[in-house]
């Protein structure tokens, strides 16, 4: 399983940016796939997930309204597209995935989740 995270960057307050998630090595319909973050002294917490299979998707209160989350089947993609930036959305953003099944219950719980990605720093200044 390989998971490889691009797209971050600095951008001032307000901005936006585009996160991908390019998956490989497993069955990408079977799976969950999820954007994490965390911030310095803070614990790792969901942003946004996504079930591969039939799309449904779950957004952390603190940036619904603000970030999407979206899959590419074709492409073995999910992106989460981040708008009205916030300087308490400075963190390092991971993509992780794990078979649905697991995280039925939990849909965007780090602690579920099987395999990660490098991370990709995402800075917003105010």
């Known amino acids: 399983v390989q998971l490889v995270e691009s797209g971050g960057g600095l951008v001032q307050a307000g901005g936006s940016l585009r996160l991908s998630c390019a998956a490989s090595g497993f069955t990408f319909d079977d799976y969950a796939i999820g954007w994490f973050r965390q911030a310095p002294g803070k614990e790792r917490e969901g942003v946004s997930c996504i079930r591969i299979s039939d799309g449904s998707t779950y957004c952390a209160d603190s940036v619904k309204g603000r970030f999407t989350i979206s899959r590419d089947n074709a492409k073995n993609t999910v992106y989460l597209q981040m708008n009205s930036l916030k300087p308490e959305d400075t963190a390092v953003y991971y993509c992780?995935?794990?078979?649905?099944?697991?995280?039925?219950?939990?849909?965007?719980?780090?602690?579920?989740?099987?395999?990660w990605g490098q991370g990709t720093q995402v800075t917003v200044s105010s």
């Open positions: 992780a995935a794990v078979d649905s099944t697991v995280v039925a219950r939990k849909p965007c719980s780090p602690y579920e989740y099987a395999y």
